[in-house]
């Protein structure tokens, strides 16, 4: 079982408003078809927001509880279902036997953490073949009433659910940087060195509303406390096949913790 998270950055124009870059889905969908023998029933795909899940809250006000209208809310479930449709349309027109599901139709979440998922419809149409697609959202909260749920940490849910064997997330650079002075990649990051990483990992350059590789890196020591291990590199090259299954994959590698070691 594999988690591929493709970037916004790379599939949308992310200083924009809504603008999808059709040409690098269909590049995507490609590679992906082309390993589809080994990937059927095996492949949850989740998308990056980029100028749908960071550009409608900012046009919204969806951020400030005091300022956002209760009939503007679901917007951002709107324009991220559009989002979701534009890729499955194009993942199917590769020859993809693509699903998708909204986020918030099976997640609830609690101080902006998930405290709820309900997986059975995933998990069917993964024993039905199916490719499910899926995203960030507007989640319903305990706490907050709603909070954005970002895709950043989408892949959380599904390894308490999956045995998943790796997380792959596709960005715009190609690794973790030690700093972003030097930008040099560090290749691995573990239970003993996470947490110097963390402070020296940054936002995002671009328009962006869920905290950038900072929330990225946070999201995947999570799933490593999980055993399981995650994967980012640049996916504007052809590194996705290798990142889904290479043993020496592109990027970083946030290894997964030892069972039995203590953090």
């Given at each position: 079982?594999?988690?591929?998270?493709?970037?916004?950055?790379?599939?949308?124009?992310k200083?924009?408003?809504?603008?999808?870059?059709?040409?690098?889905?269909k590049?995507?969908?490609?590679?992906?078809?082309?390993?589809?023998?080994?990937?059927?029933?095996?492949?949850?795909?989740v998308?990056?927001?980029?100028?749908?899940?960071?550009?409608?809250?900012?046009?919204?006000?969806?951020?400030?509880s005091?300022?956002?209208?209760?009939?503007?809310?679901?917007?951002?479930?709107?324009?991220?279902f559009?989002?979701?449709?534009?890729?499955?349309?194009?993942?199917?027109?590769?020859?993809?036997?693509?699903?998708?599901?909204?986020?918030?139709?099976?997640?609830?979440?609690?101080?902006?953490n998930?405290?709820?998922?309900?997986?059975?419809?995933?998990?069917?149409?993964?024993?039905?073949?199916?490719?499910?697609?899926?995203?960030?959202?507007?989640?319903?909260?305990?706490?907050?009433?709603?909070?954005?749920?970002?895709?950043?940490?989408?892949?959380?849910?599904?390894?308490?659910?999956?045995?998943?064997?790796?997380?792959?997330?596709?960005t715009?650079?190609?690794?973790?940087?030690e700093?972003?002075?030097?930008?040099?990649?560090?290749?691995?990051?573990?239970?003993?060195?996470?947490?110097?990483?963390?402070?020296?990992?940054?936002?995002?350059?671009?328009?962006?509303?869920?905290?950038?590789?900072?929330?990225?890196?946070?999201?995947?020591?999570?799933?490593?406390?999980?055993?399981?291990?995650?994967?980012?590199?640049?996916?504007?090259?052809?590194?996705?096949?290798?990142?889904?299954?290479?043993?020496?994959?592109?990027?970083?590698?946030?290894?997964?913790?030892?069972?039995?070691d203590?953090?």
């Open positions: 079982m594999y988690i591929l998270k493709i970037g916004g950055s790379l599939i949308t124009d200083n924009a408003y809504c603008v999808p870059r059709k040409e690098e889905i590049r995507f969908a490609k590679m992906i078809k082309s390993r589809w023998f080994d990937l059927q029933g095996k492949l949850v795909v998308i990056g927001g980029g100028s749908y899940g960071n550009g409608v809250p900012l046009r919204y006000n969806l951020l400030d005091e300022k956002r209208k209760k009939e503007d809310l679901l917007m951002m479930t709107v324009k991220m559009e989002w979701i449709n534009e890729v499955a349309m194009i993942f199917r027109n590769e020859g993809l036997p693509v699903y998708p599901f909204q986020t918030s139709s099976y997640c609830t979440t609690n101080e902006g998930y405290d709820f998922c309900f997986m059975n419809p995933i998990k069917m149409s993964l024993q039905l073949g199916l490719l499910p697609i899926t995203s960030g959202d507007f989640t319903f909260d305990k706490k907050k009433n709603f909070t954005i749920y970002s895709s950043d940490n989408v892949p959380e849910l599904f390894v308490d659910h999956f045995d998943v064997q790796r997380v792959v997330i596709l715009d650079v190609p690794g973790i940087f700093s972003d002075k030097t930008k040099k990649i560090i290749k691995r990051v573990n239970q003993y060195n996470y947490k110097k990483i963390i402070e020296n990992t940054g936002s995002s350059n671009k328009q962006d509303v869920t905290g950038g590789m900072n929330n990225k890196l946070k999201a995947l020591i999570r799933v490593a406390q999980k055993n399981t291990n995650s994967i980012v590199c640049d996916g504007s090259k052809h590194n996705l096949i290798k990142a889904l299954f290479s043993e020496n994959p592109p990027g970083t590698i946030i290894e997964a913790w030892k069972k039995g203590l953090l």
